[in-house]
């Protein structure tokens, strides 16, 4: 649901009523990930996806459906199931699917608001849902906060809501999506209840250092994945709004000082384009020392082992040097800024994913990697 939130939050806001199914659990080749929505208001239109095409027919039916008597509904969709061909999810693998009414008079409504307005504006929020579980918790809605607040309730045990902010504040602290299994009352005994915790977290960070042309193409890339993108160059003429009007933050400082004092973690990755060394040693000094997803550095081979020179001069070890990515991207033959920014973010994308870079044309391996700390965990079969 947070991955639309900001249309969403528009509809809140309108006061419209609408019906949003989100992606609890996955198997197999499924398209989606959990969290992944589709949201169709009372006029009948519809935002957002859950199946990347496949299902979406069936699932907008059961949106209207919930609108029109108010009840949520968790339902599957598998290859296996009789109706696969019908339905259309023909990709080999199953997802399950819950249903929630949001309309004026719905108690999760103002709950939802919450969440939606938060994940609106860039601020991190988790939201806890019931899957499964007595009839009259399934649905309802708990929001947390990184500093430890939270918002709405199950209305049943206060340990419950205790417990699931408390499961909801770890899932948010490592930006995860995904579900758990909890007692009735907040203990791993009793009842057993399935609880969708969804987060969401700032965008990760981009920074491109070195605004120059192949930068702009980098920027437009990254933007495109969704990241902050920051701009980052010692020259006031070539770094500006003009040259790079889609960067969400433009810096001229030298590149190692402003390392230095700006943010960054395991989700931020560090582009550097500059290939010159006054810049590039001091800054890569710094930026191998990071705990940060990728460091990359454009130039040629010739370029880097003088690089790799300099940087052991100033006291980088090998194990630090292991890190960097250069010459930076995949070999996709790229030539141009638009190819090279493509061959950078495919890199970017394959260590993120755990992808291996190599054709999928006659490979035995996945299509789609799982995470190495899956948070994902499987409900029962329902009809």
Not at 29 to 55: F, H, K, Q, W, Y
Not at 124 to 152: N, Q
């Amino acid at each position: 649901m947070l991955d639309i939130a900001e249309e969403l939050n528009r509809w809140v806001e309108q006061g419209r009523d609408f019906a949003v199914a989100t992606v609890v659990a996955v198997g197999g080749s499924a398209p989606r990930r959990p969290g992944a929505a589709l949201a169709v208001d009372t006029e009948g239109t519809a935002i957002g996806s859950v199946s990347g095409g496949c299902v979406e027919g069936a699932v907008y039916e059961l949106c209207e459906q919930a609108l029109r008597d108010g009840e949520t509904v968790l339902e599957r969709f598998g290859y296996s199931d009789d109706d696969a061909f019908a339905v259309g999810l023909t990709c080999g693998g199953d997802i399950d699917i819950l249903v929630t009414p949001v309309r004026a008079a719905d108690p999760v409504r103002p709950v939802v608001r919450a969440a939606l307005a938060a994940a609106a504006r860039g601020e991190a929020a988790a939201v806890a849902r019931i899957v499964s579980g007595p009839d009259e918790l399934t649905g309802r809605a708990l929001v947390v906060r990184p500093d430890g607040s939270r918002e709405g309730g199950f209305g049943a045990h206060p340990e419950l809501d205790r417990t699931v902010a408390a499961e909801a504040g770890a899932f948010l602290d490592a930006g995860r999506t995904g579900t758990l299994e909890i007692g009735e009352q907040g203990s791993r005994c009793g009842a057993p209840l399935t609880v969708l915790v969804e987060s969401s977290v700032p965008a990760p960070r981009m920074i491109v250092f070195g605004a120059i042309d192949f930068a702009a193409a980098l920027v437009r890339m990254g933007k495109f994945l969704g990241y902050h993108v920051t701009v980052c160059d010692a020259r006031p003429v070539f770094a500006t709004r003009t040259r790079f009007p889609e960067a969400d933050e433009i810096v001229v400082e030298w590149p190692h000082r402003y390392l230095e004092r700006t943010d960054v973690d395991a989700r931020t990755v560090l582009c550097v384009l500059t290939h010159d060394a006054k810049f590039d040693v001091p800054l890569l000094k710094r930026a191998l020392r990071l705990p940060v997803a990728y460091v990359g550095a454009m130039g040629s081979r010739r370029t880097h082992l003088d690089r790799t020179a300099r940087l052991r001069e100033v006291g980088v070890t090998d194990l630090e040097l292991s890190r960097l990515h250069s010459p930076i991207g995949l070999d996709l033959g790229a030539r141009t800024p638009e190819e090279t920014a493509l061959s950078i973010a495919s890199e970017i994308v394959a260590g993120r994913r755990g992808g291996s870079g190599r054709s999928l044309t006659g490979a035995h391996t996945p299509i789609h990697h799982e995470p190495e700390s899956r948070s994902v965990g499987r409900i029962g079969s329902v009809a």
